[in-house]
């Protein structure tokens, strides 16, 4: 099954910033959609923000207008900037990529998550 690949996460001070990356080695053209996910400590895990193959974008409300997300599809790597971090983003951030149904003899699953990188913003 494909692999992807996260790094960025760590420890930040509340109002700093930090940018995950999330790389997926696929054949060009089977990438679809991007997403990013996190899950706090006993809560459910939620989508934060995704992008898809032409670069539309959303957001889940509480980090509109201080995370970004983006792709370099030359790469197949997603980035998501979080500036204005504060501690109820701590959480564990995963990355999930979803795949173009003619690629699935390569990649083998349409879906695909990271292992997670844990963000933790100290107070």
């Known amino acids: 099954q494909v692999q992807l690949m996260e790094s960025g996460g760590g420890l930040v001070q509340a109002g700093g910033s930090l940018t995950l990356s999330c790389g997926v080695d696929?054949?060009?053209?089977?990438?679809?959609?991007m997403s990013w996910y996190r899950q706090a400590p006993g809560a459910e895990r939620e989508l934060v923000a995704r992008?898809?193959?032409?670069?539309?974008?959303d957001y889940t409300d509480s980090v509109k207008g201080r995370f970004t997300i983006s792709r370099d599809n030359a790469k197949n790597t997603m980035y998501l900037r979080m500036n204005r971090l504060n501690p109820e983003d701590t959480a564990v951030y995963y990355c999930?990529?979803?795949?173009?149904?003619?690629?699935?003899?390569?990649?083998?699953?349409?879906?695909?998550w990271g292992q997670g990188t844990l963000v933790t913003v100290a107070s």
């Open positions: 999930k990529a979803d795949f173009e149904k003619q690629c699935i003899m390569a990649v083998r699953s349409l879906t695909a």
């Open positions: 696929v054949p060009p053209g089977c990438l679809l959609a």
């Open positions: 992008i898809n193959s032409n670069d539309g974008t």
